[in-house]
C-alpha cells in the first residue's frame, strides 16, 4: 500500500473507536459527532475490504480483522508523536537566521540581540545581508523589512511607520535622496543614494539632510549625532518582522519576536 494512500484520518477514528468501543465516546474525545466516527469507519472498511466491528447485544466489539492491526497501527501513532517531539524540539533550537538591512541592523537590531544574547547566552545568529532573500532559498527565520505591511507573511510591526527630516549638526541645507523617500516637490538632490543606509552615512557625515524613518535614526538623534529638522511626521512604511507562517510559529522565532517587539526604545 502507497503511503500517499493511507486513510490517516480514518485509521485516527478507528483507533479512538477501538480504544472506547463506543462511536459516541470516540466522538466526545474527536469532537465530532457520533455520525462523522460512523462515516470514517465504513470509509476504512470500504477501502480495507473487511469488517472492523461488529454490534453484539453486549455492545461494539472488534472483529477478528480489526484487532489483527490495532497494535501496529497504534504503535504507528506513537512513532507519529515521537517525529512531531522530534520536529518541536528543532523549532526549539538556539540558532537563528535572520535577514535584515545592514543600516537598521547596525543602528537598532544589533544592541537588541547582544541584550537577548546575554538574558540566553547559548544562542547563535546566522546574519543575511538581503533582507528579501528567499526563506526556503536561505532557511530564514524570519526577516526585518521596510514595508507598509507584512503581505502575505505573518509579521509584527516594530514601531508605527514615522518619518523625520535629519541632519549631522551644522550640515549644510542640501538634500540627499533615496528611493525609499521622495523629496518635497521642486527639491534638488545633491547626493543619489541608493537605500537608506548609504542616507543615513552621508547625513552623519554631514553632507546634508534626508527624510528617513524615525526608528532607523532614534538613536542617533538621542545621541546628539542627527538633529531632527522637520517631524516626526506619520509616514507609509514601517519596519517590519515577517515570515511564513510555519516559522512565525516556531517557539524560538516568538520568544525573540516577543523580545524584539517588547524593546523598540
Keep these: 500500500m502507497k503511503r500517499t494512500h493511507l486513510p490517516l484520518n480514518a485509521l485516527r477514528v478507528f483507533d479512538a473507536a477501538a480504544r472506547h468501543l463506543s462511536f459516541t465516546r470516540a466522538a466526545d474525545e474527536l469532537a465530532v459527532t457520533p455520525a462523522a466516527v460512523g462515516q470514517q469507519i465504513r470509509a476504512l472498511e470500504d477501502h480495507l475490504g473487511t469488517v472492523l466491528f461488529r454490534r453484539t447485544s453486549k455492545g461494539l466489539e472488534l472483529t477478528d480483522e480489526g484487532s489483527a492491526g490495532l497494535d501496529s497501527l497504534r504503535e504507528g501513532f506513537m512513532r507519529f508523536e515521537e517525529s512531531v517531539q522530534a520536529m518541536q524540539a528543532g523549532q526549539a533550537s538556539d540558532r537563528y537566521a535572520i535577514a535584515c538591512p545592514r543600516e537598521f541592523y547596525a543602528q537598532w537590531l544589533a544592541p537588541r540581540l547582544a ?7 547559548g544562542v547563535r545568529f546566522q546574519l543575511v545581508a538581503d533582507e528579501n532573500a528567499e526563506f526556503t532559498e536561505t532557511n530564514l527565520d524570519f526577516a526585518v523589512r521596510l514595508v507598509d505591511g507584512p503581505g ?18 551644522d550640515a549644510p541645507d542640501d538634500w540627499i535622496d533615496w528611493p525609499g523617500a521622495p523629496l518635497p516637490g521642486g527639491a534638488e538632490a545633491v547626493i543619489l543614494a541608493g537605500n537608506a ?8 557625515a554631514g553632507m546634508g539632510k534626508a527624510i528617513l524613518p524615525y526608528l532607523l535614526v532614534e538613536e ?7 538633529t531632527a ?29 516577543a523580545f524584539l517587539a517588547g524593546n523598540h526604545a
Excluded: H, I, T
Design 197 to 204: 543606509g548609504q542616507a543615513l552615512s552621508s547625513a552623519m
Design 220 to 226: 542617533a538623534l538621542g545621541q546628539g549625532r542627527l
Design 152 to 169: 502575505d507573511l505573518e509579521g509584527v510591526e516594530l514601531a508605527p511607520a514615522r518619518r523625520v527630516v535629519v541632519a549631522a549638526p
Design 115 to 121: 541584550a537577548f544574547r546575554r538574558d540566553n547566552p
Design 229 to 257: 529638522l522637520e517631524g516626526p511626521d506619520e509616514g507609509r512604511r514601517a519596519y517590519w518582522l515577517v515570515a511564513p507562517l510555519p516559522q512565525w510559529r516556531q517557539k524560538k522565532v516568538k520568544a525573540l519576536v
